[in-house]
């Protein structure tokens, strides 16, 4: 187990792109949960602080908790491949897919035991009595009864969970339940995932949120997309060293690295192509190969210069996911397999994940580069690959399913593909934003103002801030 270090973030900085009034509720609140939890620690659990979802979360709010005077902090778990094996099986049977098609039988229930008990001398060493505890996802929630033992009050933040219930859903709850029941607190993205046997009062809904000035998300001149995308050798030509600079998370400033292409198996995109990207974790769930196939079997209809760009990490970069090299090598073949002239259209890359700030960095220009951004995800649980596109005034097209549909709203901030198999949709629906610049500015701004409405930091810290104070109001002296 490790601890990561956040450095604080002034909330003042978020709260100067606000309304007045609500950057005026955040300081209040803030000053109000600082009294409230001074002398606890508020601590997270989760299985990594790289790659993904969660793990961007948590670096900003962690960061602004900070930053507000709460002494937050944030534990990686130590586990193994078998247990990530285990937990991503437990992921995808509560998305309702079947995953590798093994059942989550008492091996592996005795496996996930084992690490998580592996985990707690370490913890038990940490954590104080009175102490606040989040444990994040399926992975974290079997140290639930045991850090209440030791007097700490524990939430389960649960970042996934599918709209509708299956017997496979039922067999990844089953799993879990006996884990978490007992919870002060349950924290969902969406009420639809909430299993039924969670208490109503102990029931949180609570949205994911982006921050403006991360890496990921900071504006950027053109200039600067332009020279991060050549010297890095995804979009044009560059015989540059080094690119433009970026702000680390951690005070301080890095500098893009040169490389010949990161472009897999391929040169560059060439600059003159317009790019239709998708952005994920190599994950069956995001369907990249999906995108691929939608994309190529209708590329007589799209514009000559709409090029295809799926990016996602570094596969060794991002070790709570087995599924990802597989993923990424299925891609790799079905592009392959594409005649010479069809294969020039489409790219692949897998971002760099040794230098977190530049692949954030490298993420943002890319997204800004994009003329459309597409998250055609099967199952998703919130999907920040929606936000942050959305923040930057792209137009998204976007499965309707899961937190995407708490997002885009049809035709105002985005288009939502009601099916997310189909994949003739999906084309006609980058074609419509590719040939008509008007809707596709119109929707971009319309999805700058809905993430500026509804998915900034202060939303988020202040409902944590009510989660914590329930759960105190609930523990015992
Ligand atoms: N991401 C990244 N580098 C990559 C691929 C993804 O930083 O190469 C980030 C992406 O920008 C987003 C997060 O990983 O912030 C994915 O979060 P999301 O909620 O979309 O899905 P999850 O991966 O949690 O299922």
Known sequence: MYEVRVDPLDLERLGRIL??????????????????????????????????????????????????????????????????????????FLHGSPGDGLELDDRARAHYEEVLARNLPDLRRRIRPGDLVLLHDPQAAGLQEELALRGATVAWRCHIGSDTASERTDLGWGFLRPYVEGAEAFVFSRRAYAPAWVAQDRLWVVAPSLDPFSAKNAEMS????????????????????????????????????????????????????????????????????????????????LPHDAHLLLAGPDVSGVTDDPEGAAVLAACREARARLSASTRARVHLTALPMDDVDENAHLVNALQRHASVVVQKSLVEGFGLTVTEPMWKSRPVVASAVGGIRDQVEHGVSGLLLDDPHDLDAMAAAVDLLLRDRDTADRLGHGAHLRVLDRFLGDRHLIQYAEVFASMLDRAPV
């Open 19 to 92: 309304p007045p009034a609500r950057a005026q509720a955040l300081r209040a609140h803030a000053v109000e949960a600082a009294e409230r939890l001074r002398g606890r620690v508020v601590w997270n659990i989760s299985s990594t602080a790289h790659g993904g979802g969660v793990a961007e979360l948590l670096q900003v709010l962690i960061a602004y908790g900070r930053g507000a005077g709460v002494d937050t902090r944030w534990l990686v778990l130590d586990a193994d491949r078998e247990f990530f094996t285990v937990t991503k099986r437990l992921h995808n």
């Open 222 to 301: 053109e200039e600067d997309v332009r020279a991060t995308l050549e010297v890095s050798g995804l979009v044009g030509t560059s015989t540059a060293r080094s690119g433009p600079g970026f702000s680390r998370r951690s005070a301080g400033t890095g500098r893009v690295r040169a490389r010949e292409s990161l472009v897999l198996d391929d040169h560059p995109i060439p600059a003159s192509a317009r790019v239709v990207l998708q952005v994920s974790r190599w994950d069956l769930l995001k369907d990249m190969e999906g995108v691929l196939h939608g994309f190529v079997d209708n590329l007589r209809l």
